[in-house]
């Protein structure tokens, strides 16, 4: 079967977003190793320099037994310490923060380097362990020396691992290392997904005459839909495409995602044609159980407001971490305006539009931002007057005034929820004299 770019993409990401890979590499890269360089020993012992075999281990079988041992020995418990620890991480960013950060911590790379140093660690020593031989009637003794010393190198890269690592865990469960991460992770999806030479969104061509609906084969979260693969299918098919969900939309199977028409007025899709084309559809589009930021715009933006939203509940109460998010949600925003988000039109070669993805659009991404913000939110004063100075500077960075309606629409949805707040008076009045001087940006 021939990887296409989108299956490409989500299996990178895939492998990018799981603990197991790169350890269980360094485990088969460390049992190759220990086999074989024993053997390397055997033949290159007697031939060292003098000043360099004075470096290389000096004892028996006996105290490499023992020195191997202990390596492998201390070397899968603190492994199991280092996963605990993780798992804890885990748990404490689902509970406290948002159950869709989990991604942001199991795609670290520090955390996958440090786990790989561990158990290529044991799995070395183990495997130097088979060649140590101690002197019988048909056989003389046996130390690999070189290997030995490598496998007490890692050892000592072990502990500085663990050392790192602890310092690493403690700074990286800080709310604003985690915003940080998502903001970069959003910033490159939005380079994927928007890139800055992306032409801005035309209307889309109407549902034409013999339509039909193309179901989905499997549920799951849309991830992926690959391009060329969905051109395919429409050209095939003498038919246009639209897909009517976006990535990150949840899809169940049975129910229509996707709308296919004939390109030329007046023909009709046959029986075996629909079937075939519902078939390529669903073969172009990829689900999971759980959301990516392979081309889900609105992923990292959910993300980081769910964490407001998180901080504003009654049990949190922590008004000063949703403050700081919404200054990440700011940023993405001012970038976002020098893009033309919305869906996106695939050309043949003669220039016809042939299919239609569906991406969200500014308005979209938006209210994502602020909504659940300005619902939980609005009558801490320090939120509203964030919410405020957010449109603002989104005003600011839309030099072209592409999306002044939009700010406009949820400047005036906010100066309604702070009138209709429980302010002191002097608060409330100073609140609406912000946004009053916001709507004046937004207008000039």
């Not at 060292?48 to 023992?66: D, I, T």
């Not at 993780?86 to 960013?93: H, I, S």
């Not at 799995?123 to 070189?146: C, H, I, Q």
Request: hydrophobic share 45%; aromatic share 6%; net charge neutral.
């Amino acid at each position: 079967m021939i990887m296409t770019n989108g299956k490409i993409a989500r299996l990178r990401d895939i492998l990018r977003t799981q603990l197991w890979p790169l350890p269980a590499l360094a485990v088969v890269v460390s049992v190759v190793l220990g086999g074989a360089l024993p053997a390397l020993d055997a033949v290159v012992d007697r031939q060292l320099p003098e000043g360099l075999a004075v470096l290389l281990f000096g004892g028996g079988p006996e105290a490499a037994r023992s020195v191997l041992q202990a390596i492998a020995g201390s070397l899968i418990t603190v492994t199991s310490l280092t996963f605990s620890l993780t798992v804890v991480t885990l748990q404490l960013a689902s509970s406290q923060f948002s159950p869709r950060l989990l991604r942001t911590f199991t795609s670290d790379r520090f955390v996958h380097a440090t786990l790989a140093l561990f158990m290529a660690t044991f799995a070395f020593a183990l495997a130097v362990l088979r060649s140590v031989r101690t002197e019988t009637s048909g056989s003389p003794s046996f130390v690999p020396e070189l290997s030995i010393t490598i496998a007490y190198v890692l050892a000592i890269a072990s502990i500085m691992g663990l050392v790192l690592f602890l310092a690493h865990l403690t700074r990286e469960i800080r709310v604003e290392t985690m915003m940080r991460r998502v903001t970069v992770e959003t910033r490159n999806s939005m380079d994927r997904v928007f890139p800055p030479d992306r032409p801005a969104a035309t209307a889309e061509p109407t549902v034409g005459a013999g339509s039909i609906r193309i179901r989905c084969s499997h549920s799951g979260f849309l991830t992926v839909v690959d391009k060329k693969a969905l051109l395919h299918a429409a050209i095939e098919a003498g038919a246009v495409i639209r897909v009517d969900r976006t990535p990150g939309s949840s899809l169940i199977e049975g129910t229509p995602f996707a709308t296919a028409w004939p390109l030329a007025p007046g023909a009709t899709l046959d029986s075996d044609a629909s079937g075939q084309l519902r078939e390529m559809v669903n073969s172009a589009v990829e689900t999971d159980v759980e959301r990516t930021n392979v081309q889900d715009m609105g992923f990292g933006f959910r993300q980081l407001a769910d964490v407001a939203a998180r901080a504003l509940s009654p049990g949190t109460n922590d008004p000063t971490t949703a403050v700081h998010v919404l200054g990440h949600l700011s940023a993405l925003l001012c970038r976002l305006v020098g893009r033309s988000p919305g869906h996106e039109l695939l050309r043949d070669d003669a220039g016809n539009v042939r299919a239609v993805l569906s991406q969200p659009s500014f308005a979209d991404l938006l209210d994502l931002s602020i909504g659940q913000a300005r619902l939980y939110g609005v009558s801490d004063p320090a939120v509203a007057e964030r919410l405020v100075c957010l449109l603002q500077e989104v005003s600011y960075c839309d030099s072209k005034d592409h999306y002044r309606n939009e700010i406009h629409e949820q400047l005036e949805r906010l100066r309604e929820a702070i009138g209709a707040g429980s302010y002191l008076r002097a608060e409330q009045s100073r609140l609406l004299k912000l946004a009053d001087d916001a709507g004046y940006w937004v207008h000039h």
